[in-house]
């Protein structure tokens, strides 16, 4: 959706429209650092959707589900991905995820990908991609919106306010990829992950994090 908010001069009516309800589920996961950030998964209700015809290369990773949520099956597959990936670049990690039900309690299928639960109620404190990382992704995914709309605006074309699936994969990874290192950094030492204070390395280098 496009934003929900705008500027308006005292004594003027501002009028909203209709919200589009259509939904879709991302997967995020980041190293510690912020030098490594994994492709997005999108999470969608369609399994072969209009938009997808003769493309053969997708921008992120596009998983399918009924009411497009996360599920066991689909998160399953991303750790068997992560840890081949892990494996190959002959490194051992540690995974940070949340107490989502759809996360395995049992990971012992990894090789090299240690899961590490966060407690439950404890977004506010301790998940870092909820302390700004995803809202840094999704303000730039809706100034990617505004700028198209401006775009067709200043040719003199409609503006479509519903997008499809296929744009909305190119705005989500357009976006991941602005999120800034800096940003990444900053959310993990507000959750409590110190710097060390020789060089500009997080005390645990080789932790990852997830959030869906």
């Known amino acids: 959706m496009l934003p929900d908010r705008t500027l308006a001069y005292k004594g003027e009516s501002c009028h909203g429209g209709k919200h589009y309800k259509d939904r879709l589920t991302v997967l995020l996961c980041v190293k510690s650092d912020g030098s490594d950030k994994q492709v997005p998964i999108v999470i969608g209700k369609s399994p072969k959707p209009w938009c997808f015809k003769n493309v053969k290369i997708l921008s992120t990773k596009y998983h399918v589900n009924g009411k497009a949520w996360m599920m066991t099956e689909?998160?399953?597959?991303?750790?068997?991905?992560?840890?081949?990936?892990?494996?190959?670049?002959?490194?051992?990690?540690?995974?940070?995820v949340d107490n989502c039900a759809a996360h395995p309690k049992d990971t012992s299928f990894l090789r090299n990908v240690k899961v590490v639960r966060y407690p439950a109620n404890c977004t506010s404190m301790l998940q870092p991609l909820d302390l700004g990382i995803i809202h840094s992704l999704k303000a730039y995914y809706r100034k990617h919106l505004v700028e198209t709309s401006i775009c067709l605006l200043e040719l003199g074309k409609e503006v479509n306010k519903r997008i499809n699936l296929l744009k909305a994969m190119h705005y989500i990874m357009a976006a991941w990829q602005q999120v800034s290192q800096q940003t990444i950094q900053n959310c993990l030492c507000k959750a409590?992950?110190?710097?060390?204070?020789?060089?500009?390395?997080?005390?645990?280098?080789?932790?990852d994090f997830a959030q869906d």
């Open 74 to 96: 689909i998160f399953c597959l991303f750790l068997y991905s992560l840890d081949a990936q892990i494996g190959a670049q002959n490194r051992q990690i540690i995974l940070f």
């Open 192 to 207: 409590g992950h110190k710097y060390q204070s020789d060089g500009n390395e997080m005390a645990n280098d080789d932790d």
